[in-house]
């Protein structure tokens, strides 16, 4: 099937937000009425995930017809079967996990502070920030003014719908928010996106392996992570761990089963778009765990929350912020081809490297046929795709001519 | 494994029932409609040259399709 590639990204966004909101909202069952220790519950998270996503994973390896598997009918089509890792992942694996395993332990800290997933939630969304940081680094994208105007409408909004609907803002929540569960994040995302982005066997790589083994190396890390805890503090996190993973199995094994397709989702939507663009649309999570967490104040798990005017008009402006931070974050990207013909004598490896280093040039292709190269542009701005990718292309010695064709609409194979 | 760009030029008026077609079409794996001296990008991926040529093929018989040209992709940087 063949669907415009940008709806398959919010869609697969937007699942991953609704299932996030409900992972969030067992987590807050669990570390109110089983596990309060968020050290153990964070220990027991990866060392329960292990089993379920080896579990899910082996069922979705289940060959089906025409050398299909379930998992590539239902989840990704990329995926065939479990397998061992190639030794090109495993840098990307390993900062993957010790991320997954830092914004683990950071959130679900959070959790056993807060008690309320409305509230952790969106302070979490902060980290499209940080995203949008770390791409102008590593992506040669420096931030335009809608980008930058997107995101701080977002990390706004972020900060007023995170306040309680109970009145509260807590600095030491906001101190777990900044220093560790968003630094994490982005440790985690940025690399799970490298890792989306590589050929496995010339085929692209899937969401099902990558996820598998961010929970192997998590456990690895959070395990390191804990055993220091103790050793240095003398608590006895990494025992009660095993024990909370043993006498509440069931709880575990529900909260990490629905987790597992919340993240291959999430995952799916990063090897589409721009992680800041798909954490933007995540975000939504904020107006799905609402509802959650009236659920959960109307069982008494959490406390009653106020129904003060105010607090849920600020709540709503919130949201609506975040809503307006996604969509113009989503309309502005301006993709274009541009078709490259080489003077005889120039080396085509060497021209391709300089185009390579020309800001918003995310591919550059040497083909063989009417042109030597063709160069794909992401900009936010046909301005900016003049000024910043056109001139620098005219610079460089040796281009005979080009021909700028800018993309209107665009459908992926999924 | 072969990639290839295939560069197209439609007639006016038939860009959406071609590209209707040009969707139904295996080894397709993106179509992106352009502005400029083409009218359709479209990326396929194929085992050999011989089914490069069958792609090729079909997307000719789609009626409405003026004129083809084929790309085939030799080394690729990409994000």
């Not at chain 1, 109110?32 to 050290?39: E, G």
């Not at chain 1, 274009?336 to 800001?359: C, H, Q």
Request: proline share 2%.
């Amino acid at each position: 099937m063949i669907i415009r590639r940008k709806y398959l990204l919010y869609v697969l966004a937007l699942t991953s937000a609704i299932i996030a909101a409900l992972v969030a909202s067992i987590d807050t069952v669990i570390s109110v009425r089983y596990i309060t220790n968020p050290w153990a519950f964070g220990f027991s998270t990866f060392f329960v995930g292990i089993f379920i996503t080896f579990l899910f994973a082996l069922i979705f390896s289940i060959p089906i017809r025409r050398g299909k598997s379930l998992g590539s009918k239902l989840i990704d089509p990329s995926f065939q079967r479990l397998r061992l890792l190639k030794k090109e992942e495993i840098k990307y694996h390993v900062l993957a996990g010790i991320g997954n395993s830092i914004l683990t332990i950071g959130y679900l800290s959070l959790l056993s502070l807060v008690k309320d997933p409305s509230v952790v939630l969106p302070f979490s969304q902060i980290a499209i920030l940080y995203l949008v940081i770390i791409e102008s680094i590593t992506e040669k994208n420096i931030p335009t003014l809608v980008e930058i105007q997107s995101t701080v409408i977002v990390t706004f909004g972020a900060i007023l719908g995170s306040i309680s609907l109970s009145g509260t803002i807590n600095l030491e929540s906001l101190a777990i928010v900044f220093l560790v569960i968003n630094p994490g994040w982005v440790l985690f995302s940025i690399n799970q996106r490298k890792l989306k982005l590589l050929k496995i066997h010339d085929k692209p790589n899937d969401s099902i392996n990558i996820r598998f083994w961010n929970v192997v190396f998590a456990c690895i890390f959070t395990t390191i992570i804990v055993f220091l805890y103790d050793y240095i503090l003398g608590t006895g996190n990494f025992i009660e761990g095993i024990a909370a993973s043993i006498d509440h199995f069931d709880w575990m094994a529900l909260t990490m089963g629905i987790t597992f397709f919340s993240y291959v989702f999430y995952i799916r939507a990063l090897g589409i778009g721009k992680a800041s663009v798909t954490q933007a649309v995540r975000s939504t999570i904020i107006i799905f765990s609402i509802p959650f967490t009236i659920l959960l104040a109307y069982f008494n798990i959490i406390p009653l929350f106020s129904t003060d005017l105010v607090l849920l008009l600020i709540k709503i402006i919130g949201s609506i912020l975040i809503l307006l931070g996604i969509v113009s974050f989503a309309l502005t990207l301006v993709k274009a081809y541009v078709f490259i013909s080489i003077k005889p004598g120039y080396d085509i490896e060497k021209t391709m490297n300089k185009l390579w280093d020309i800001r918003g040039v995310s591919r550059v292709t040497a083909t063989a046929g009417q042109y030597d190269l063709i160069v794909k542009i992401h900009t936010r701005t046909l301005v900016k795709g003049y000024e910043r990718t056109i001139r620098k292309i005219e610079e460089i010695d040796g281009i005979k001519d080009y021909k700028w064709e800018s993309v209107l609409k665009e459908w992926e194979k999924i | 494994m072969i990639s290839a760009y295939i560069l197209i030029t439609i007639e006016p008026g038939t860009t959406n029932k071609a590209i209707l077609e040009m969707k139904k079409i295996e080894h397709v794996v993106k179509i992106s409609v352009v502005a400029g001296e083409y009218d359709v990008v479209a990326r396929v991926q194929v085992n050999d040259l011989e089914k490069l040529l069958d792609v090729t093929n079909k997307i000719q018989m789609i009626k409405g399709v003026k004129k083809t040209t084929t790309q085939v992709i030799e080394k690729e940087l990409t994000l």
